[in-house]
C-alpha cells in the first residue's frame, strides 16, 4: 500500500474522517458513561443522546436499510402512542411520555446504525464505557444498603433496596444485566483475571441487593442463555467441555457467596421477604393480578388505548405488566407494533447469534439480556427503559455487521455456520 505525504489531497479527507470517528468514539464514551444516572427527567443521558446524534451526522454514520423494518415498527408503534393521547383529558405528561416514546425508539436506531459499521471499535467503547458506569453505580448501591457513608443509605438505598443511580432498584438490577453477562461469558469461555472476578462480584452483590424478583428471574434465564449459546458456539469440544466445567464452578462459587450473605439477620430477612412467587401485593382486590385483569378488560374496551398514565388514574394503581401496557397506551396498533419488534428482534438475533464473528460475544450477551428482559416484561413496565432500547437497537445492529462480514467472504460461509475455521479465533483474539 503506497504512504501518502501528509500534504496530499488524498490524506486530508482521510485524516478528517479519523478524527470524526474519534470524536464519535468520545461522545458515545460519555454517553453511556451517563446512562446510569436516571433520578433526574430527563436524564444527563437523554441530553447527550442529542449530542451523540449529532456526532453521527458529523462521523457520516448511515442509516442502515436493514433496519428499516425496525424502524418502521417502531414508528407503528409510536404512531398508536400518539392516537391514544385523544383519550386523555388533560396532556403534559402524558405529552411528554409519549415523547419519550419516539426519543428511546430513536435511540435505538442510532445505536443500530451505529453498530452497524466500523462495529468493534464503536462496541468496545460503548462495552467499555456501559462496564465502568455499571461498576460504579452497583458500588452506590452497595454503599447504600450498608450505609458505608453519611447519607448513603437514604440516596442509594432506600427502603433497604440497593437503586445506586436510579429511582427504582427494579430497573438498577436489570441496567447491570448486560455488562455482568458480557464478563461471565469471557470468564467461561476464554480466561478468568482477577479483575473480571472483582468486577463481576460487584454487579453480582448489586443485583443480589437490589432485591427484585424480576431482576433476579432475568439474569437467571439471560445466563442460561448465554451459557447455551456459548456452549453452542464453541469451535471444538476442548472449549465445550471448559465452558462445562467452568460453569459447574461458578455456579458452587455463587452457591457459596449466597450462603455466606445470608448468614447475616438483616440481609436473610429480606431475601425471605421478597423471595416468594407471590406476595401479599400481587393477590387481592387490589393487587398486581386483578388489576392486570381490569387492564385485560379495559384493552379490549379501548381500541385505541387510554393514553398514558390513565389506568392508574382511573384505577388506582399501574398493571404493571408491559404487554398489557402496549395495548392500554399505545393502542391495538402499537400494541401489536411492539409483539412484532420483540418477534422480530428475537427472529434476527437467532439467524446471526451463532455465526462466529468477532463482536460473537456481545452479541450473544445482548441476546440473553433482551430475552430475559422479554420475559420479566410480563411483571413490570419496561417500554422506557433506557437499556431495553440500547439492548433492541445492539441486536439489530450487530445481525447488520454480520451480514456484511458473511458477503465479504461469500466462499466460507458454510465453515463458519458451523462454528469452524479461522473466524472464529479472530472472534476470541478482538473480545480478549
Known amino acids: 500500500m503506497a504512504i501518502r505525504a501528509a500534504g496530499s489531497p488524498a490524506f486530508v479527507p482521510a485524516a478528517n474522517a479519523d478524527l470524526r470517528e474519534r470524536l464519535l468514539l468520545v461522545v458515545l464514551y ?22 451523540l446524534a449529532l456526532a453521527c451526522v458529523i462521523a457520516g454514520v448511515h442509516f442502515e436499510r436493514r433496519l428499516l423494518a425496525l424502524f418502521v415498527l417502531l414508528l407503528a408503534w409510536n404512531a398508536g402512542g400518539f392516537l391514544s393521547l385523544l383519550n386523555v383529558p388533560t396532556g403534559d405528561k402524558a405529552v411528554q411520555y409519549t415523547a419519550t416514546s419516539l426519543y428511546l425508539s430513536l435511540a435505538a436506531v442510532i445505536f443500530g446504525c451505529l453498530l452497524a459499521e466500523h462495529t468493534m ?32 443509605h437514604d440516596w442509594f438505598a432506600p427502603g433497604d433496596r440497593a437503586l445506586g443511580g436510579f429511582k427504582d432498584p427494579n430497573v438498577f438490577g436489570p441496567f447491570l444485566i448486560w455488562p455482568t453477562l458480557i464478563l461471565l461469558e469471557r470468564m467461561i469461555v476464554r480466561h ?27 439474569l437467571a434465564v439471560s445466563t442460561v442463555v448465554v451459557i447455551a449459546l456459548a456452549f453452542l458456539a464453541a469451535p471444538t469440544p476442548a472449549a465445550r467441555m ?34 416468594h412467587l407471590i406476595n401479599s401485593y400481587d393477590v387481592g382486590e387490589g393487587g398486581r393480578f386483578r388489576l392486570q385483569e381490569l387492564a385485560l378488560a379495559a384493552m379490549l374496551q379501548f381500541p ?41 428482534t428475537i427472529m434476527v438475533g437467532l439467524r446471526n447469534v451463532l455465526v462466529p464473528t468477532p463482536w460473537q460475544p456481545y452479541l450473544i450477551a445482548a441476546f440473553g439480556a ?5 420475559l420479566e416484561g410480563f411483571v413490570i413496565d419496561t417500554d422506557h427503559w433506557r437499556h431495553f432500547f440500547l439492548l433492541l437497537g445492539m441486536i ?36 480478549g
Open 121 to 152: 471499535p464503536r462496541l468496545v467503547t460503548l462495552r467499555t464505557a456501559y462496564v465502568l458506569t455499571a461498576v460504579l453505580t452497583a458500588l452506590l448501591g452497595i454503599c447504600g444498603y450498608f450505609n458505608a457513608f453519611p447519607h448513603a
Open 370 to 374: 433482551f430475552i430475559g428482559e422479554v
Open 396 to 431: 439489530w445492529g450487530l445481525s447488520a455487521a454480520t451480514y456484511r462480514h458473511l458477503r465479504r467472504q461469500p466462499a466460507a460461509l458454510p465453515q463458519r455456520r458451523m462454528g469452524q475455521g479461522s473466524v472464529a479465533q479472530e472472534s476470541m483474539a478482538h473480545v
Open 192 to 218: 478468568v483475571r482477577a479483575l473480571d472476578v472483582a468486577l463481576l462480584g460487584v454487579l453480582l452483590l448489586g443485583i443480589f441487593l437490589c432485591f427484585s424478583r424480576g431482576a433476579w428471574f432475568h
Open 30 to 51: 460519555v454517553t453511556m458513561l451517563a446512562s446510569s444516572i436516571a433520578v433526574i427527567e430527563p436524564s444527563p443521558h437523554d441530553f447527550l443522546m442529542g449530542v
Open 242 to 275: 471448559r465452558i462445562f466445567a467452568a460453569t459447574a464452578v461458578t455456579l458452587a462459587v455463587l452457591a457459596a457467596l449466597l450462603a455466606l450473605a445470608l448468614s447475616f439477620d438483616i440481609i436473610a430477612a429480606m431475601f425471605n421477604e421478597r423471595f
Open 304 to 344: 385505541n388505548g387510554m393514553g398514558p398514565f390513565e389506568f392508574s388514574r382511573v384505577y388506582g394503581l399501574q398493571q404493571h405488566n408491559v404487554y398489557l401496557q402496549a395495548f392500554m397506551v399505545y393502542g391495538w396498533i402499537g400494541g401489536m407494533s411492539y409483539l412484532l419488534i420483540l418477534a422480530s
